[in-house]
Antibody, heavy 122, light 107 residues
Framework: EVQLVESGGGLAQPGGSLRLSCAAS????????MNWFRQAPGKGLEWVSF????????YYADSVRGRFTISRDNAKNSLYLQMNSLRAEDTAVYYC???????????????WGQGTMVTVSS | EIVMTQSPATLSVSPGERATLSCRAS??????LAWYQEKPGQAPRLLFY???TRATGIPARFRGSGSGTDFTLTISSLQSEDSAMYYC?????????FGQGTKVEIK
């Protein structure tokens, strides 16, 4: 089955770190751009970060730039989000999502994982 | 940053009736607009990209339209399974931004 599965969420203290992973299966991961999104409890969707298929192009939301780092390992079919200096406002479900392979950079996302919950609290 | 504004916040529609959701961008995004459906406990599902191209498996009762700054998602004959949150998202500029969502309820 074509799918994305996130892991690595949990409870972190303010100022702490977490590393999220996203495992891709049954598609050619190395051909696709990838994104991280998040959704705080009771709130809407927020784009967090983008990485191109070859990792040459990376973008971040202003709210996480300088604290979060997106990366990927195409040999392992995996996407990562290293989250440092966590704040209470980073509490959210984090989703990885695949950009459609249309040739347009940063295309809409046609495959999403089920999400992993990150809670930042003392 | 492009601000996306959706209206109404909540829409209550009887089964079989039409639902019309609006999305407005603070500046032109061309046709680089996606619609997503989200149900409780589930991941978002892509409905439309480039404003009006239906994603794989999306029923024909869903229609996306618009360009520039004004976009519409129409559900022609609402079914019970269409009860969900609907979000528009622009992907013309960075950062990618979403509207705040429209909740569609079955009356």
């Amino acid at each position: 089955e074509v799918q994305l599965v996130e892991s690595g969420g949990g409870l972190a203290q303010p100022g702490g770190s977490l590393r999220l992973s996203c495992a891709a299966s049954q598609f050619t991961f190395s051909s696709y751009e990838m994104n991280w999104f998040r959704q705080a409890p009771g709130k809407g969707l927020e784009w967090v970060s983008f990485i191109s298929a070859s990792s040459n192009t990376i973008y971040y939301a202003d709210s996480v730039r300088g604290r979060f780092t997106i990366s990927r390992d195409n040999a392992k079919n995996s996407l990562y989000l290293q989250m440092n200096s966590l704040r209470a406002e980073d509490t959210a479900v984090y989703y990885c999502a695949r950009g459609m392979a249309t040739g347009y950079v940063g295309e809409a996302c046609d495959l999403w994982g089920q999400g992993t919950m990150v809670t930042v609290s003392s | 940053e492009i601000v996306m504004t959706q209206s109404p916040a909540t829409l209550s529609v009887s089964p079989g009736e039409r639902a019309t959701l609006s999305c407005r961008a603070s500046q032109s995004v061309g046709s680089n607009l996606a619609w997503y459906q989200e149900k409780p406990g589930q991941a978002p599902r892509l409905l439309f990209y480039v404003a009006s191209t239906r994603a794989t498996g999306i029923p024909a009762r869903f229609r996306g339209s618009g360009s520039g700054t004004d976009f519409t998602l129409t559900i022609s004959s609402l079914q019970s399974e269409d009860s969900a949150m609907y979000y528009c998202q622009q992907y013309d500029n960075w950062p990618r931004t979403f509207g705040q969502g429209t909740k569609v309820e079955i009356k």
